[in-house]
């Protein structure tokens, strides 16, 4: 079983940065990728950013290249995302999850380990 808990969420000005934190316990030893992703009302759980275990492979979605960072730290027990030049729209809920499985690194439908989630609200 593994349990994720995000932290660092907040509101920013555009062009602000924020730095989100998931502390991953438990069995870790399966998990393939971590990943990152947000939600807004009304609208499906997109990828936002994911990581492969080991490797250190990393995925981002387009509307975040460049200015978005994820990594992990701790010995791989605390994933990362730093945002940088944040817009109004990465305004969403932002989670954090695992999976075992080596493929889909930006589906939400491939993880299967989800923390409770983190405010992100950027003002315009």
């Known amino acids: 079983q593994v349990q994720l808990v995000e932290s660092g969420g907040g509101s920013v000005q555009a062009g602000g940065s924020l730095r989100l934190s998931c502390a991953v316990y438990g069995y870790t030893a399966g998990i393939y990728y971590m990943g990152w992703f947000r939600q807004t009302p009304g609208k499906e759980r997109e990828g936002v950013a994911s990581?492969?275990?080991?490797?250190?492979?990393?995925y981002y979605d387009d509307s975040v290249k460049g200015r978005f960072t994820i990594y992990q730290g701790n010995g791989e027990s605390t994933l990362y995302l730093q945002m940088n030049s944040l817009k109004p729209e990465d305004t969403a809920m932002y989670y954090c999850a695992v999976t075992p499985r080596s493929w889909g690194p930006l589906s939400p439908r491939e993880y299967f380990n989800w923390g409770q989630g983190t405010q992100v609200t950027v003002s315009s």
């Open positions: 990581i492969s275990t080991g490797g250190g492979s990393t």
